[in-house]
């Protein structure tokens, strides 16, 4: 399929909740290979559709195998009372990773691209993954996550980044009523 751009923190669309995917067809299929190959291209170990700025609740996530693997529509939950340290960053804040508590295990139902119902179990950097970018389903940067002190050396080091005086794409307001929803 292709490699897209990654929006970058700034973005509105990464503060957005992102909605439900209701039809599940051949442009659904084509977005999840896209945020495939550009997760791989990226390095990363999983990409949020926001971060492609496309505000549909799908990640896609590398497994405990490196096989590449997606959720739709995902709700995450037990989580394990065990938690773990560890570093964690993000694509769409490139090359800045900080020290985040998360629960060691967690358990993720969704669908897949043919909307049948999918589970995955993740532990330790899985379990990371999918918490991660179910976050960013909900507006949610795991800066948000960090406590007071680590957040405040992540906000000086996003100043501190070459990417974070670039530009950010402009949000473009419909001037036509939205199923009801007025100016």
Same mark, same amino acid.
């Given at each position: 399929?292709?490699?897209?751009?990654?929006?970058?923190?700034?973005? =509105?669309?990464? /503060?957005?909740?992102?909605? =439900?995917?209701?039809?599940?067809?051949?442009?659904?299929?084509?977005?999840?290979?896209?945020?495939?190959?550009?997760? /791989?291209?990226?390095?990363?170990?999983?990409?949020?559709?926001?971060?492609?700025?496309?505000?549909?609740?799908?990640?896609?996530?590398?497994?405990?195998? %490196?096989?590449?693997?997606?959720?739709?529509?995902?709700?995450?939950?037990?989580?394990?009372?065990?938690?773990?340290?560890?570093?964690?960053?993000?694509?769409?804040?490139?090359?800045?990773?900080?020290?985040?508590?998360?629960?060691?295990?967690?358990?993720?139902?969704?669908?897949?691209?043919?909307?049948?119902?999918?589970?995955?179990?993740?532990?330790?950097?899985?379990?990371?993954?999918?918490?991660?970018?179910?976050?960013?389903?909900?507006?949610?940067?795991?800066?948000?996550?960090? %406590?007071?002190?680590?957040? /405040?050396?992540?906000?000086?080091?996003?100043?501190?980044?070459?990417?974070?005086?670039?530009?950010?794409?402009?949000?473009?307001?419909?001037?036509?009523?939205?199923?009801?929803?007025?100016?």
């Amino acid at each position: 399929m292709s490699v897209r751009d990654i929006r970058l923190l700034g973005d =509105p669309v990464l /503060r957005t909740v992102a909605d =439900p995917v209701a039809t599940f067809d051949r442009e659904l299929r084509r977005l999840v290979d896209d945020l495939a190959d550009t997760m /791989r291209d990226a390095g990363g170990v999983g990409l949020a559709a926001p971060q492609l700025g496309v505000s549909l609740r799908i990640f896609t996530y590398l497994d405990d195998s %490196d096989e590449v693997g997606h959720l739709i529509n995902p709700v995450l939950g037990p989580f394990s009372e065990e938690m773990m340290d560890g570093e964690e960053g993000c694509l769409s804040l490139p090359g800045l990773a900080f020290d985040l508590r998360r629960p060691e295990r967690v358990l993720a139902v969704g669908q897949n691209s043919h909307g049948d119902p999918v589970t995955v179990e993740g532990s330790g950097i899985l379990s990371r993954c999918l918490q991660h970018e179910t976050d960013h389903l909900d507006g949610i940067l795991f800066i948000d996550r960090l %406590d007071k002190e680590t957040k /405040r050396a992540a906000m000086k080091a996003i100043r501190e980044a070459e990417w974070s005086n670039e530009p950010k794409p402009a949000v473009k307001v419909s001037p036509h009523p939205l199923f009801g929803r007025g100016r």
